[in-house]
Structures are given as C-alpha cells and as structure tokens.
C-alpha cells in the first residue's frame, strides 16, 4: 500500500523550459509535504515544503502546488538547468505520528 | 552533509553477521530517522525516534533494532545480517528532514 506515488520514474526536459514533476498521495493525515533532491553518492537535500492549509508555495525556480482535493502535489522549475538533473523525491509528514512517507523518486535529466 | 553523520560509509557482511550503524547529529533536533533506499522502492522508513526515550516502527522494521542513545544518537542494528539487507542506509533527524550522506551496506 504505498501512501505516496511518483508514477515518473524519469523526465527529460531542455535547458531553460520548465520541468513538472508530479506526486499523488492516499493518506488524508498527511499535513506538510516536501520536495527533495539528491544526487547520486549524498543524501537527500530539502528543496521546498508547502502545508495542507496552502496550495502554492515558491522558492527562487522553485514552486510547489497543492491540491488538497484532488490529492496532488507538483513541483515546477522554472528555468531548468543543467545543474538540476538529480533524482527528486516528494514526502509527506503526518505530524501527529511525527512519521514522513516518502515517494519512489523521478529521476530529472535537463539537457544543455 | 552538515549536521549529520553517519558511520560507517560502507560495510560488507556476510550472511548471519551483526553490525550497528551509528548516526549522530549536531543540530539539537528532538526527531530522528533510519531509512533504507533501494532501487525503484525511494525510502522506505526503517524506525524513527520522535523525541529522546522514544522509539517507533516505520513501514519496513523486520530484522532491524533501533537505540536513541540520547538526544545526538540514533543507531541501527542489524542483528542476523540477510541478503535483502543490501541496501543504502540514510539518517535524517527533523524538520525538515536533514540527511547524512548514506552508509552503503552490502550483505553476501
């Protein structure tokens, strides 16, 4: 029963055009979700985050949608870079159980 | 990565054998994480601490035992190494969620 669902494993999209990567989750407990990145070798790194009570939140290139009703998050990059290619990763916190599901990654290739 | 450290960064097992992984964190976080990443699964939560003295089972707890030593220490312990323990290991300590860089475990 996976609560969080990244049905992209990859995408490719050139320089300088948007990248949307898309995430869908089943747990209506869940109350703050979160974009990661990672690239190969590290950790995950924090991108951006948005509670259930918004539905946009924007860092920079970086936004992050919420529709609540529809049970779907996005991020958009906005210009893509080279420097973005990565493995990204959405989470969901249900904080009354302090515990964060995570997606299984969409793996971004942006091409000079 | 900065404030959280995880040791080691690779280790090979042999079937059967015990191993802690050691995590620790320098940024007065209350909440901590073991996660595993394997390919086409993301991370899949092992055990999280919410705060010192506590510990709780995540989605996938089977053949592994957590310790929250104190505030700044979070370990891992593998008791009967198996081959489906293969994996790469993350901490992460809260909020958001901070990484360390993985311990890569390889079990024949």
């Known amino acids: 029963d996976q609560q969080v669902k990244q049905n992209s494993p990859s995408l490719s999209v050139q320089e300088g055009r948007i990248s949307i990567l898309n995430c869908d989750y089943t747990?209506?407990?869940?109350?703050?979700f979160l974009w990661y990145k990672k690239y190969p070798a590290e950790g995950p790194t924090f991108l951006i985050s948005?509670?259930?009570?918004?539905d946009k939140n924007e860092d920079g290139r970086f936004t992050v949608f919420l529709n609540k009703s529809a049970k779907h998050l996005s991020l958009h990059i906005v210009p893509s870079q080279p420097g973005d290619s990565a493995v990204y990763f959405c989470?969901?916190?249900?904080?009354?159980?302090?515990?964060?599901?995570f997606g299984t990654g969409t793996r971004l290739k942006v091409l000079a | 990565n900065a404030g959280v450290t995880q040791t080691p960064k690779f280790q090979v097992l042999k079937t059967g054998q015990s191993m802690t992984l050691q995590c620790a964190q320098d940024?007065?976080?209350?909440?901590m994480y073991w996660y595993r990443q394997d390919p086409g699964m993301g991370l899949r939560l092992i055990y999280y601490?919410?705060?010192?003295?506590?510990?709780d089972k995540g989605e996938v707890p089977n053949g592994y035992n957590v310790s929250r030593l104190n505030k700044r220490e979070f370990s891992l312990r593998l008791e009967s190494a198996a081959p489906s323990q293969t994996s790469v290991y993350f901490c992460?300590?809260?909020?958001?969620?901070?990484f360390g860089d993985g311990t890569r475990l390889s079990i024949l």
């Open positions: 989470a969901a916190l249900d904080s009354g159980t302090y515990k964060y599901i």
């Open positions: 747990n209506s407990m869940f109350d703050y």
């Open positions: 948005i509670s259930s009570i918004k």
């Open positions: 940024m007065n976080h209350n909440s």
């Open positions: 601490s919410a705060s010192e003295g506590t510990t």
């Open positions: 992460a300590t809260n909020q958001p969620q901070h």
